[in-house]
C-alpha cells in the first residue's frame, strides 16, 4: 500500500523517497497526536515510524488519502491540501470509530 502511494506521490508533486519517508511519519505523528493510537492502526500496535516505502502500513486504510493530501501539503505549500488532510482524517477517524464502537452500548449514569 506504500509504494502505490510513493508512486502517485512521485508522480503528483515529485517526493523524493526520503521526503516520502519524512513526511509520512510526520503526518502518522500529527494524527496519532489528535486521535490516538487505538483509532489510527488497525489492532492498536505500534509499527512506527516507517523505514522507507516498502514497510508494511502502520495505520488504517481509512487514513491514507488524508495522508496523501498532507504529504503534497508538506512538498508543495498548497493550503489546498492540507484543508483537504484535516477534513479526510477527521471523516476517517469517524469511520473507524463507528466501526470500533459498532454493537457495544454507552452506559449512562445512575443517580
Known amino acids: 500500500m506504500l509504494k502505490k502511494l510513493f508512486e502517485t506521490l ?21 494524527l496519532r497526536a489528535r486521535y490516538g493510537d487505538e483509532y489510527i492502526t488497525y489492532d492498536g500496535t505500534d509499527a512506527f515510524p516507517i523505514s522507507d516505502e516498502a514497510s508494511p502500513c502502520p495505520v488504517c486504510e481509512e487514513y491514507i488519502d488524508g495522508i496523501c493530501d498532507n504529504i503534497a501539503y508538506l512538498k ?7 484543508v483537504d488532510f484535516i477534513a479526510k482524517s477527521e471523516y476517517a477517524y469517524r469511520t473507524v470509530w463507528r466501526m470500533r464502537i459498532k454493537n457495544k452500548r454507552v452506559k449512562g449514569e445512575s443517580w
Not at 12 to 25: A, P
Not at 76 to 82: A, F, S
Open 10 to 30: 512521485r508522480e503528483r508533486c515529485g517526493v523524493t523517497k526520503r521526503e516520502f519517508t519524512e513526511y509520512f511519519n510526520s503526518s502518522v505523528s500529527f
Open 76 to 82: 508543495t505549500g498548497n493550503e489546498n491540501y492540507r
